[in-house]
């Protein structure tokens, strides 16, 4: 009896290793690095929804262009991107970079950029013709040392305060234009018993963007941008005011922030509980998800004191050195730039493309708006999605930040963006 | 038969408890149930308004392919570390020699390692050996660190082995391989449901390495039970549908083993 | 049932010392036994002690950002640490939910245990309701959690016809609040939260060791107290409880280690939390590793993680090296 079931055991455990064999004969034919197999690996974090449609829709039309070419699309899910930045910069280090990769312009970039990783791509943009299709700031936001690195694909907003239609008409109020209006609005509507500012600051990072747009309106574009350069200190008069206003503000917030995503203070707004919130324009995405409309259930303004600037967040893509084919990581790239590309892309993620020569009419009504706007404003990094500062800075401006929306000292806050700040210059 | 507490007393706690615990299972299978646009917090009590079964749709499809992958992975994994582990717990409990209580120490101290700080040196290292991006290697991975606890479990196990036993068949000729076959292997059947229930169930859920080591086509289910998220808008319905759905097969190892499980730990680690 | 036997004699009859069997023909077994040891000593080998090393050499480096940088730093990157207010409060928050964690899940496991055991009729279908948190992934619960213990909508809306209004996992307060180093010491009350959320999910487990080791305790053991006159009660705490100490030091290393390493389940509930209340050296570790590229600072913090297990799980090995011998 007990000689059968062992003989069981040996025959379950057999089949085990035969198993184990089979799939590894199975991936060793497809698997292993990307130098290997010779597809062209697309790295992003655009796993689900309009972005990942979107994916699929320059796939698709690269694909009718290039049929020999196999594409295989590796996104990463997880953690607003960090899961794939976490994968990334595993793959980097162990000298396996993917063909092209997802990453925001800015210092995001020039991390990879100054650690040697990527290839300028300066006769691209020129075989291309690519000079003057995009904006020049945000050419300077993928440029090291005057070379070019990446590919911008998309653009969203970082300065948009996103309104509940209904609350505002009630109330007889018209959207701020400046911080006094604004907490003439917020007042009345905490009167009413309105949650005048919904944050949902679960993931920090979005305490730090309403931070950063307090940053920009105070300091102007100019100052703004020096701030990340080391030339103007966080001791600055306008940081102070900066940081007074931001605490200021957080009485006029929903008590559980700390413990909602940004999906969830956005859901607030759109289910009349609060009637602000300040958001990049991917929230957009999440209202119409939810069947809500643009211009009628929902308002859209830039925040206020930002009017002529546009805080950008931006995707976009290299080519890593090392990778086995160039050539034809070049042609995606290619694609990307284009403005069939751009089109085929942005309309379905809710974002607006980097080229300023596209088709208008592919857009919605608040797209149409942001890329007049984009056109003609000073456009700024965003820090809160590492285009203005190292991780490493960010990170510790996130500490900062999440102390601060707590114990709401601006003294302590102030030393502790100072501190922070010596990495700057490195 | 003990009759320690008023039945009815410990029917109502158990009940209660029961409830409790059952409270976010509720909630998942009711925001599970719902279109995307009615899910949010401010309604997670309420149950849908019709029963919608796209969530389940959407989150079958995009699961399915994935499936497989889990099942190439788990299956070798669990058994390759119940068997490595049951040869270990083998010698470490019936053949000591000298240190072999320090080679155990050494192997148990591997389980309490926080893995996100080795992820790096093993990547690079299945990227060396060319296992990267393959359930062969993510199979390896689980298998090496699954050695701890089987080993554990095993050696308990065999602890409660009398020794006589084994010396007996070494009086009838049996060697290190024969007693194992024919004595050891035939007794440890409820110890290998438990390894292979703790090791199924562990190996099933994670997450960390399968996603560092593996990309698109070969993931694991849970991996992409997380791509069913976009980084801007995640459809909690679906989100909770899969859930549930990735959770059915280790669930019903549960209820389908539970008792052996029982037994088996009574048997095993119990004695740590 | 042949392990039942085997279990009782292996009480009885103390362990055959190895000395006594030195015969011809065992060497070779020996070292057969030894050979069939050998893959697994060299895979952890490398996997685990290697792996440390090279993590540890790491954490005394300056390697600050993408590029790797090997140059000796000292103890800097943990200097920097023990000065850093996100890693105090880690430091702080592991202990607390350590603590009630464990101690919950011990309790509580103990409790079902013993009410399961008293032979009910729907003991299946209690046994799995409890197991069944723990087959669900901790990235999933995580979410449930944070929905339900959300204080605006979540189980509030129940507890507001109480008259009862917990800030749950967003309440801000530190009891009792002693001032050490850059921060405030004591319980952060929103941990409660995430203490509820990680006792759910791991009850199951302790309540299934436990439910193994009251099967283990023969009945007639129970029975000749009775005959002594001992009620029912008096039976639990005089004999059966006693017994099952060795239960809850296994539970209690197991959960330990859960505790120490949390991450899945913070990150997915409630991140750092405000103020840090609910973040812990898992999440740390991997934001500044892996977020800020600050991989020198991300080791460190690894390493002192490792060193707070090691000062739980070395006296567990040794001591119960000690009970065997």
């Known amino acids: 009896m007990f000689k059968r079931l062992g003989m069981f055991a040996i025959a379950v455990l057999v089949l085990a290793a035969v198993l184990a064999g089979c799939s590894n004969s199975k991936s060793s034919g497809s698997g292993g690095s990307s130098s290997e197999k010779g597809k062209l690996e697309i790295f992003s974090w655009w796993t689900a929804g309009g972005e990942a449609d979107g994916l699929k829709a320059l796939i698709d039309d690269f694909h009718k262009k290039y049929p020999d070419i196999k594409i295989e699309n590796e996104a990463v899910a997880g953690g607003a991107g960090s899961n794939a930045k976490a994968v990334l910069a595993t793959r980097m280090q162990g000298g396996d970079p993917p063909s092209t990769f997802q990453v ?33 700031d945000l050419i300077d936001m993928v440029s090291y040392n005057g070379k070019i690195y990446a590919v911008p694909v998309d653009i969203h907003r970082g300065n948009v305060l996103w309104y509940n239609k209904k609350i505002f008409e009630d109330n007889g109020l018209e959207p701020p234009k400046t911080f006094d209006d604004f907490f003439k609005v917020a007042d009345k509507l905490k009167a009413k018993g309105i949650t005048p500012l919904a944050i949902g600051d679960k993931d920090v990072w979005e305490s730090t963007m309403v931070f950063e747009n307090i940053l920009l309106a105070k300091l102007g574009p100019d100052k703004y941008r020096q701030l990340w350069t080391g030339e103007v200190p966080f001791d600055d008069p306008a940081v102070k005011e900066a940081a007074d206003i931001f605490k200021k503000m957080l009485n006029y917030v929903n008590a559980d922030h700390s413990s909602l ?66 050539d034809q990581v070049k042609k995606f790239l290619t694609e990307l730039g284009s403005v069939d590309g751009q089109d085929a892309f942005n309309p379905k993620k809710g974002s607006i493309p980097a080229r300023t020569d596209t088709d208008v009419s592919k857009y919605d009504d608040y797209s149409k708006k942001a890329m007049e706007d984009f056109k003609s404003n000073s456009l700024t990094p965003s820090l809160a999605h590492g285009s203005a500062a190292p991780e490493s800075f960010l990170t510790k401006v996130n500490q900062a930040v999440n102390i601060f929306v707590t114990q709401k000292n601006v003294a302590n806050f102030i030393q502790a963006l100072k501190d922070a700040s010596s990495q700057l210059k490195q | 038969m003990a009759k320690a507490f008023a039945r009815p007393l410990i029917y109502l706690i158990l009940v209660i408890l029961g409830v409790l615990f059952l409270v976010p299972v509720y909630v998942m299978l009711v925001t599970s149930l719902k279109p995307f646009d009615e899910v949010s917090i401010a309604t997670m009590w309420k149950p849908p308004a019709h029963i919608d079964f796209a969530g389940y749709a959407e989150a079958f499809s995009k699961l399915a392919p994935n499936f497989m992958n889990t099942i190439y992975l788990v299956v070798p994994a669990t058994l390759l570390s119940a068997l490595l582990g049951s040869l270990n717990g083998y010698v470490l409990s019936k053949w000591k020699f000298k240190g072999s209580d320090w080679v155990f120490t050494a192997i148990l101290f591997g389980m309490f390692i926080p893995y996100q700080s080795i992820l790096i040196p093993l990547l690079q290292f299945i ?103 976009g980084s801007q808008v995640v459809e909690w319905n679906v989100q909770m549908a899969g859930a549930l759905l990735a959770a059915l097969p280790t669930l019903l190892v549960y209820i389908l083993l539970g008792k052996y499980f029982i037994r088996g730990l009574l048997a095993g680690s119990v004695k740590g | 049932m042949l392990e039942r036997e085997a279990l009782e004699t292996a009480e009885v009859t103390p362990a055959i010392k190895t000395k006594k069997r030195k015969r011809a023909g065992l060497s070779k077994d020996r070292w057969l036994a030894f050979l069939f040891l050998l893959p697994s000593i060299i895979l952890l080998a490398i996997f685990v002690y290697g792996f440390i090393s090279w993590t540890a050499y790491v954490s005394v ?62 003991e ?41 209004h917990p800030k749950w996992y967003t309440d801000t307060s530190i009891v ?82 859960i505790s120490l390493k949390i991450f899945d389940l913070i990150y997915a509930m409630t991140g750092p939390g405000a103020n840090y209340v609910t973040d812990m050296p898992g999440v740390f570790m991997f934001e500044t590793t892996f977020r800020g590229n600050d991989y020198a600072q991300g080791a460190a913090i690894a390493i002192i993680m490792l060193i707070m297990v090691a000062v739980f799980i070395i006296p567990y090995l040794i001591s119960s090296r000690k009970g065997e011998s």
Do not use: C
């Not at chain 2, 440890?188 to 960390?208: H, K, M, P, R, Y």
């Not at chain 3, 140059?71 to 939910?97: E, K, M, P």
């Not at chain 3, 053991?221 to 009660?233: K, Q, T």
């Open chain 3, 176 to 257: 009792p609040s002693w001032h050490i180093g850059q921060i405030d010491f004591g319980l952060p009350v929103a941990l409660i939260a995430v203490v509820i959320a990680a006792v759910w999910q791991m009850t199951g487990f302790s309540l299934a060791m436990y439910l193994a080791g009251l099967r283990a305790i023969p009945e007639d053991v129970r029975e000749a107290a009775r005959i002594d006159g001992a009620s029912e009660f008096q039976i639990y705490r005089k004999i059966i409880l006693p017994q099952l100490k060795p239960i809850t030091y296994s539970v209690v290393i197991i959960m330990a280690h």
């Open chain 1, 261 to 326: 995503a940004w999906q969830d203070a956005t859901q607030l707004v759109a289910d009349g509980k609060a009637a602000m919130n300040i958001m990049g324009d991917w929230a957009k995405g999440y209202f119409t998800s939810k069947g809500l409309k643009y211009d009628q259930d929902y308002g859209a303004v830039v925040t206020p004191e930002t009017d002529g600037m546009f805080m950008v967040i931006t995707d976009t893509f290299g080519l890593p050195k090392g990778v086995s084919k160039p």
């Open chain 1, 104 to 136: 925001h312009g800015g210092a995001e970039l020039l991390t990879w950029v100054k650690a040697g990783k990527m290839e300028a791509l300066d006769s691209l943009y020129k075989k291309n013709g690519w000079d003057g299709k995009f904006p020049k």
């Open chain 3, 124 to 164: 299946s279908l209690f046994r799995n309701i409890f197991l069944f948190p723990m087959a669900l992934s901790f990235v999933v619960t995580g979410v449930v959690w944070r929905w339900i213990l959300n204080p605006e909508t979540g189980v509030n809306l129940l507890l507001k016809d109480f008259g009862i």
């Open chain 2, 127 to 229: 990227r060396n050996i060319g296992l990267y991006n393959s359930i062969p290697g993510l199979i390896l991975v689980h298998v090496v660190y699954g050695l701890p606890i089987t080993t554990l479990m095993f050696r308990n196990f065999y602890a409660n082995i009398p020794d006589s036993l084994v010396e007996s068949a070494q009086i009838d000729g049996a060697g290190f391989v024969g007693i194992y076959r024919h004595i050891i292997m035939p007794l440890s059947i409820t110890g290998f449901v438990v390894v292979a229930i703790w090791q199924f169930t562990n190996i099933w859920n994670e997450f960390l390495f399968a996603v560092t080591i593996t990309s698109s086509a070969q993931q694991p289910i849970m991996v992409a039970l997380q791509n069913l998220a």
């Open chain 3, 61 to 122: 480096s300056r390697w600050h950002s993408l590029l790797p940088d090997f140059t000796f730093a000292g103890l800097a990157n943990y200097q920097a640490l023990f000065h850093n207010f996100r890693f105090q409060a880690d430091l702080r928050n592991t202990l607390f939910f350590s603590v009630f964690f464990i101690v919950l899940v011990v309790l509580l496991g103990q409790m079902l245990a013993i009410f399961i055991d008293q032979r009910l009729k729907a």
